[in-house]
């Protein structure tokens, strides 16, 4: 059983790097003679620990062999409140908290533009697809599509780390998300690549190239027809459910578009690239396309093939996206889990072939965890809820009227991004003061919020800005979310169990354990087999791969080398 527990703008646009180590020289010392040629940093999005040991029994490639012949970090966590993508891609790329790295959730409030931003968000690039640079409307249907680069990372990530200290180093970073692709690639030269839900396939944005290579497009020549008709069939053991699968089709599932809930699904034909493209990120195969590019990477841009260390990047995404429909112990989680262990497989043995057994080394981990389906807890006698989306649009509409009323003027307040935000054009109209308006919301806040059985707390932006090192629990969590200029006015935090504001299906983003805790697994060039149950946190990956590559110690880093060897 899954255990339940209760920078402004203007400097990120300015991005100043923290020093990096003096680059290491072609005449290198004997022992960085064997120095592996290739570190390859992977990332299950939505996976809980306890998918590995539950599914232990089936697996038979990539992650039975992580889980033989590598260090297992057992009670690995996220130190930091809000669990999204964004953040947790970037953290376990940049060896840095959200506190320090920026990306402190998949979007945040800019306060100098006085509107909410995505966290890859770019408007001064575009797309870069198969068929050349295409400019996304800024509003309607694919508004913002391929906008997109690391502006807003402030911190260097692995790649870039690599590139500095090792001349010739190359990347590649992919993955269905533009802001996992992103986060795990960040400034890197090289190639960084997501899945175009509008039906381009592969693509880019002109923050990182020109043109899409030869490669990603030949590939994308083929998905349409492979995708087309593709039916979802399980192929699951006997003993599925002694495994800690539930069974098919159960309270709280979301239907997969008309097909309802219940395996198998087939999807739609090729006339409609959009729609298709669209449903293949809702089955296994954007983790089958997902690794396929990711491989091809490899061998088109030799990576791992002469003594500069490289780097190969994949997040995939599907436990993430079928999860939020069916929950973490559902068939079809389970099912493309077993899939993606075939498919690790098969990568390592490509890279023992091509790089050579001994020579390369990898990382894997999750940007965040997820709470099962909220049925599925109540059933186990812990708290769950489910909170309509009336009932949550009715807290913050009490809150606009009641800030309006203690104000004298009209102040509508928005529910996002882990908190309370006032509308900045409100409080200009009034001539109010930001300082005198959040004094009010978090009186406000916390009375409404003490009447109300889902929220925990509310916290004041600028309590949490005022946090210093010493503190511990919910405050260390609140002030490694921290990032100057994009933080809500006020945090709110809900209580165990909470879906807010909910559907069906489930999801993430809170500061609770079953959020936080995630797999982190090493192996390959001079890692130990072994499994440890010290606390530790992803944004240790960085300076553990930097130790096992015989990189310089980086300076700035949150994280800590965890000797693996």
Known sequence: MIPLLSLSLAATASFAPLPLSAPVGQE?????????????????????????????????????????????????????????????????????????????????????????????????VASMTSNGRVEAPKTGAGAGQGRRSPRNLARPTLGEYLQAQIPGAKVASVSAKDRAAIGMGGRSNGSVLWWDKLGAGFVTSTWYADSLPSWVNEWNATW???????????????NVEELGTAPDKRPGERPFGTRGTELPYTLGDSSSPARLAGEVYQTPLVD????????????????????????LAMSFSGCDVVGHGFGPYSREVTDLLLRLDVELGALFDELDERVGRGRWVAALSADHGVLPLPEYVADRGQPALRVPLAEAGSFTAKLSLELSEALGHRVRVYRRDGGLVMDRRDLAAGELTVDLACDRLIEIARRVSAETEWVQSA??????????????????????????????????????????????????GSHHMYDRRVPLVFIGAGVSSTTRSDRVGTEDTVPTLLSLLGCAPVEGLDGVDLGVR
């Open 224 to 238: 349409l027809e492979r995708a087309g008709g593709w039916e979802w069939v399980p192929s699951l053991p006997d």
């Open 28 to 124: 290198a010392d004997e022992g960085a003679l064997a120095r592996p040629r290739l570190v390859v940093l992977l990332s299950v999005d939505q996976m809980i620990p306890e998918q590995l040991t539950r599914l232990r029994p089936a697996f038979t490639g990539g992650f039975a062999r992580l889980l033989e012949e590598g260090t297992v970090f057992d009670a690995a966590t996220l130190d930091y409140a809000r669990t999204e993508t964004g953040a947790g891609h970037t953290t376990l790329s940049t060896g840095c908290l959200p506190r320090s790295h920026g990306i402190v959730g998949n979007g945040f409030f800019d306060r100098e533009a006085g509107r909410f931003q995505y966290c890859v968000e770019d408007e001064a």
């Open 288 to 311: 089958r396309f997902t690794a396929e590019m990711g491989r091809v990477a490899l061998r088109e841009l030799e990576l791992g093939m002469d003594d500069a260390t490289d780097l």
């Open 459 to 508: 916290h004041d932006y600028r309590a949490v800005a005022a946090l210093t090192e010493e503190v511990t629990g919910v405050d260390a969590l609140l002030r490694n979310t921290y990032f100057p200029g994009r933080s809500p006015d006020v945090v709110l935090l809900n209580q165990p169990g909470v879906l807010v504001p909910s559907g069906l299906g489930t999801s993430h």
